[in-house]
């Protein structure tokens, strides 16, 4: 198996929300993952993502946010 060349890093405000969608509507796999850190490394059909719970907050509307920030 070929790796890929650009693996996102996706943070979210909620990783188990966020799971949810990837895993259970979207149709991913968790390659790897640290519950403690609040990380999961996810693949689907050589597709290869990161999601990273952060409690960080930004008021800057250009940011991309995985889950709904609290």
């Known amino acids: 198996m070929s790796r890929p060349k650009l693996v996102p890093e996706l943070l979210c405000s909620d990783l188990t929300v966020s799971l949810d ?11 790897y993952d640290r519950p403690e850190d609040r990380f999961a490394y996810l693949e689907m059909d050589g ?6 719970e952060t409690q960080e907050t930004s008021t800057d509307e250009g940011d991309w946010w995985t889950a709904r920030a609290t």
């Open 47 to 52: 597709v290869e993502i990161m999601l990273d």
């Open 21 to 31: 969608f990837y895993l259970n509507i979207i149709g991913f796999k968790i390659l």
